[in-house]
């Protein structure tokens, strides 16, 4: 009786698809990572709350969306990956310690560089005025696109396949790398608005250490004071397009 057979394989199709779909799709789910990355020492109260909005089984393969609550980085295709939810934590978090973002009590224009698959894009885009984020590998920035598409925000982050390390259209108050290369390409500092931050990973001996720098003006007078932060692990920052 092949409608028996239809209605059987109808049942079996929701018995495997639904309690993953209705686990990832549940606020629980994300405020649990939340509660865990709390407990590691995270603090920042917004940037938290902003991790517990974004669901971040849209940004990654559907095989690893069981993975996506757990810190860690996992693959999103042309040998890159989606940053873990700590360390997104961490840089955003220490942008809001710049002088614009306490002034303002939020980001302001932020520019990130390295979208990726655009979940750092989409938690920047409950924290600020306006994101701008730069890709360089075409087929990453049309899958942030895609599944920036499928998330509902504020703010739409506006998406540029570009070489970042030329920076975009300035100034910003925030601007944050996913990338880290030899040196901060000058046109960051050129673009880092008074008062604002700048958080990227650099290259530092054999590995690489998170620096921030802060745009300041005293007396009519631009300093960019730079501070040196803990060891991290991002990919490169390469030039040119892809
Ligand atoms: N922001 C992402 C992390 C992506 S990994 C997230 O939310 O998880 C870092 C990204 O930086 C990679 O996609 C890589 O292709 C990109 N990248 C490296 N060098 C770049 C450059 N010069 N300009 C723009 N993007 C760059």
Not at 108 to 116: K, M, P
Not at 137 to 150: I, M, P, S, T
Request: aromatic share 4%; glycine share 10%.
């Amino acid at each position: 009786m092949p409608q028996r057979h239809l209605r059987e394989a109808a049942a079996d199709a929701a018995r495997l698809v639904q309690p993953q779909g209705q686990g990832l799709d549940s606020a629980s789910v994300r405020q649990r990572m939340v509660a865990r990355l709390r407990a590691e020492g995270l603090n920042e109260e917004r940037v938290l709350e902003a991790l517990a909005q974004v669901p971040r089984h849209e940004f990654v393969d559907s095989a690893l969306a069981a993975q996506a609550y757990e810190d860690t980085a996992l693959p999103i295709g042309h040998g890159q990956t989606i940053s873990k939810p700590s360390v997104v934590a961490h840089m955003i978090g220490l942008l809001f310690k710049g002088r614009s973002a306490v002034a303002q009590g939020h980001l302001g224009r932020v520019l990130e560089i390295g979208t990726g698959c655009g979940y750092q894009a989409a938690v920047l885009a409950l924290l600020a005025r306006s994101v701008v984020s730069v890709e360089r590998v075409q087929g990453l920035h049309e899958r942030a696109r895609a599944n920036l598409g499928r998330v509902r925000l504020p703010v739409v982050p506006k998406l540029i396949w570009a070489d970042g390390r030329l920076g975009a259209h300035g100034p910003f108050d925030s601007i944050v790398a996913a990338a880290g290369g030899e040196d901060l390409p000058p046109a960051w500092l050129q673009q880092l608005a008074p008062g604002g931050r700048l958080v990227a990973p650099m290259s530092k001996g054999s590995g690489q250490v998170l620096v921030v720098v802060d745009h300041v003006v005293e007396r009519g007078v631009s300093q960019w004071l730079r501070t040196e932060h803990e060891a991290v692990l991002f990919v490169p920052l390469k030039s040119g397009v892809l």
